[in-house]
């Protein structure tokens, strides 16, 4: 489903991580686009560059880098006051930046808060609740997340979201692995998505979670992993599509006037919207089910849960915000 038609109007657009693959790529494309790009990484030094790069190739000067931790509140605080004073407006947010450091050990923010969640959740969401003031003076505001074909694991009945170790040192009862906490915090991501559509619906602001099912991953990235994830992330890079490819499956989600009524959904790589999986699928949906192109986990729809995490995200950052 790609829409065609789309909002002509020059946006005001944040990426966050967006030095580097999709994130990069997505900032070239909605700068070549004539957009006003904020490029929100956390290292300047490094974003420099590629921001330069960036304006020569679009000849956009409107392509701006501010510095973002996004798995530190005092960043994301820090950013959002300078970004009040420095643009006064927003249109379009992508939380794109994220922590897959697959094989690290366990690591916490200066919060004392599990890394990637802090990084891949709470940073996304705290960031969007100080900016919902901007976002919602816009007349077409969208917030879209990237998600993660990882939550496919949660089509395993017995999976839960476990919601109780993620402040302090890691007391699990299985070894630490930033493997799970990533598929986790995607899947956190997901509910987060479904739920601040609703809370935001009469603000006008929509909200997507894009599903990527694998885009082509840098050196620097993959030299984040530790043995034997390289490796194995090193052979499916072989056959993951190019970043322009998911960059340009952002734009459309942001832009095109088929997603303007839409909102609180997960949508995949072909651009079409998916669906909740069945209680009980029959062979035909099961198969879907393991391609987990057109069907998430129904896990994602617990209501339950997407309230004990919102409470969560509320919690950790509401004192301070
Ligand atoms: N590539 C895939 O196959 C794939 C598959 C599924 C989902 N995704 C999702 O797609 C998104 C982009 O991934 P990618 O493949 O383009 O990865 P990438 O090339 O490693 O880019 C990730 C970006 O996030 C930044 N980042 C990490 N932690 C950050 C922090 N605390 N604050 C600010 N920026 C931070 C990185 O900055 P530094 O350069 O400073 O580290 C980098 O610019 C991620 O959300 C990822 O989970 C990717």
């Not at 657009?13 to 957009?35: C, P, Q, R, W």
């Not at 651009?271 to 029959?282: D, Q, R, Y």
Request: proline content about 3%; aromatic content about 10%.
């Amino acid at each position: 489903m790609v829409g065609n038609t789309r909002n002509m109007k020059k946006r005001t657009v944040i990426i966050t991580g967006a030095n580097s693959g999709i994130g990069k790529a997505a900032s070239l494309k909605f700068a070549m686009e004539g957009h006003t790009v904020i490029m929100a990484c956390r290292s300047l030094q490094h974003g420099s560059v590629i921001q330069d790069g960036i304006i020569a190739a679009s000849n956009n000067k409107n392509i701006f880098l501010e510095e973002l931790d996004a798995s530190s509140s005092a960043s994301i605080r820090a950013f959002c006051t300078r970004y009040r004073d420095r643009y006064g407006k927003l249109d379009i947010l992508i939380h794109n930046a994220a922590y897959i450091d697959h094989g690290s050990p366990h690591r916490v923010n200066d919060d004392q808060i599990e890394l990637t969640f802090a990084t891949n959740v709470l940073g996304p969401y705290l960031l969007t609740m100080k900016l919902k003031d901007l976002l919602a003076g816009s007349n077409d505001a969208r917030v879209l997340n990237a998600g993660s074909n990882i939550i496919k694991h949660y089509f395993n009945p017995k999976l839960e979201l476990e919601l109780d170790n993620l402040i302090g040192a890691y007391t699990g009862d299985k070894p630490f692995s930033v493997y799970n906490s990533y598929r986790n915090s995607k899947m956190a991501l997901l509910m987060l998505t479904f739920r601040m559509a609703d809370e935001f619906k009469m603000d006008g602001i929509r909200v997507y979670n894009l599903q990527i099912n694998g885009a082509k991953m840098s050196k620097e990235t993959l030299r984040k992993f530790t043995l034997p994830w390289w490796m194995i992330a090193g052979v499916q890079n072989l056959f993951f599509r190019p970043t322009s490819f998911m960059a340009d499956s952002y734009y459309e989600i942001c832009t095109s006037a088929a997603f303007s009524e839409t909102s609180g959904k997960l949508i995949n790589h072909r651009l079409e919207i998916m669906v909740p999986s069945k209680e009980n699928p029959g062979i035909a949906d099961q198969v879907r089910q393991l391609t987990g192109a057109g069907i998430y986990p129904n896990y994602a729809d617990r209501t339950d849960m997407q309230e004990k995490l919102w409470v969560l995200c509320r919690e950790l950052t509401a004192p301070k915000l």
